[in-house]
Each structure stands twice: as structure tokens, then as C-alpha cells.
């Protein structure tokens, strides 16, 4: 079965360091999301992406967040300048509908920032 | 905003018993769509069943079926049989199907154990 890939699957970096967290969503789906999981607490929504634009962002998704689709398969979250409050599980997600039929997550990315 | 809580922060069930976890939310639209999602210790995000809010019948996967109750605004998920390997956190979420709210809403979450 198709599924979301995502690297690295474990990140540590510096306060104040850029990141990239990598996916590559399923291939024939067409919209593609990043949530994130802060340890202990519940899964919320970063942002959402379909044909090469924003579609909808939370008030998560700040300056320092941005998204890119650079060759058609990889779907990449780049945060500019790392805070400790950075420090979660980051999934990505994609679908072939817009949610129909039920986000297909990755294994996620935990991003350690120190 | 829709809100989806979940009000058990933890389960627990003896192996091949029955156990039902709660979720309720809150929207005003009519029309969206329902998920259960299983996060393991490996934390990754797995669905288990969905429920569109247009079909009265409820939804079954296997050993897993969920009880809607629209009016209530009440979704819960059942697990028959219980298995070690059901032993996850359980996220209920929410999604309107129109318009252009594209995001999963996500409850707290209820922390299943299944005892041997």
C-alpha cells in the first residue's frame, strides 16, 4: 500500500538553526498538509497545500514557517530561525480528495531544538 | 470554530473484551466528516474508520465500528475483541466537507490500554 515518507525521522538543532523536514506524499494525491504534535498535548493543523499554493494556514504558521513543493514528489517545511517551542512531532499528510477519504499521515519527523 | 473533545484521558480493556471510547464535538454545519485515528508508540498516525455525517448507517472496519449519533453531536468508536496491538492513543477528529476548510480538527485524545 502507497504510503507518506518523511526525513529524517529524528532532527536536533540549535536554537535559532533553520530546518527542512522532508516528505513525500503519496503520488497521485493532490492536497498536502504539515501538522504538529507537541509532546503530550493533541495533534493541530500547521498548514494545507494544493496546486502550489496555500490553501488555509493556522496561526501556528507564522513568518518563520514556510512550505514548498520544489519537483513535483517532495513536500518540504522549512522553519527559518528555530525556537525552543519548536520541539514536536511534525507530520506530513497528503490526500487524494480534499479530507474525503481521510488524511494519509506519515510517520512524522521529531524535531529537538536545544 | 468546531471543537471535538474527548473526555476520557485514559481506557482500559482486558484482551478480547469490548471497549468504547467517547467523542463529542461541536459545529454548526451539516455536512463533514468524522475519523478516528490511532497513534501508536511509534507515534505515527494511523486511520482507523471514517464517518460521513450524510450516512445514517455507522461505519465498520473489522473489529472496529463507531455509534454516530448526529443530533447529539456524538461519535464513538467501539473495539470488539480487543488485541494487544489495539493499545494506542486514540484521536477523534473533525472536518467540514464543504467551503474551504481544508484542516482536521483533533480532540485530546484517550490513551488505550489493553491488559493481558
Known amino acids: 500500500e502507497p504510503e507518506v515518507t518523511q526525513t529524517p525521522s529524528h532532527q536536533v538543532t540549535q536554537m535559532g538553526q533553520e530546518v527542512i523536514l522532508r516528505c513525500v506524499p503519496i503520488s497521485n494525491h493532490l492536497y498536502f498538509y504539515w501538522y504538529r504534535q507537541i509532546l503530550g498535548q493533541k495533534v493541530e493543523f500547521l498548514v494545507s497545500f494544493y496546486n502550489n499554493e496555500i490553501s488555509e494556514k493556522s496561526e501556528i504558521f507564522d513568518d518563520q514557517f514556510s512550505v514548498e513543493r520544489p519537483d513535483g514528489s517532495n513536500f518540504t517545511l522549512k522553519i527559518r530561525s528555530t525556537k525552543l517551542e519548536d520541539s514536536a512531532m511534525y507530520f506530513c499528510?497528503?490526500?487524494?480528495?480534499?479530507?474525503?477519504?481521510?488524511?494519509?499521515f506519515g510517520n512524522g519527523t521529531r524535531l529537538t531544538v536545544t | 470554530a468546531q471543537t471535538v473533545t474527548q473526555s476520557q484521558p485514559e481506557m482500559s480493556v482486558q484482551e478480547a473484551e469490548t471497549v468504547t471510547l467517547s467523542c463529542t464535538y461541536d459545529t454548526s454545519e451539516s455536512d463533514y466528516y468524522l475519523f478516528w485515528y490511532k497513534q501508536p508508540p511509534s507515534r505515527q498516525m494511523i486511520l482507523v474508520i471514517r464517518q460521513e455525517a450524510y450516512k445514517q448507517q455507522n461505519a465498520t472496519e473489522n473489529r472496529f465500528s463507531v455509534n454516530f449519533q448526529k443530533a447529539a453531536k456524538s461519535f464513538s468508536l467501539k473495539i470488539s475483541d480487543s488485541q494487544l496491538g489495539d493499545a494506542a492513543m486514540y484521536f477523534c477528529?473533525?472536518?467540514?466537507?464543504?467551503?474551504?476548510?481544508?484542516?482536521?480538527?483533533f480532540g485530546k485524545g484517550t490513551l488505550l490500554t489493553v491488559n493481558p
Open positions: 477528529a473533525y472536518i467540514d466537507s464543504g467551503g474551504s476548510n481544508y484542516k482536521l480538527t
Open positions: 499528510a497528503s490526500s487524494e480528495a480534499r479530507q474525503l477519504g481521510g488524511l494519509h
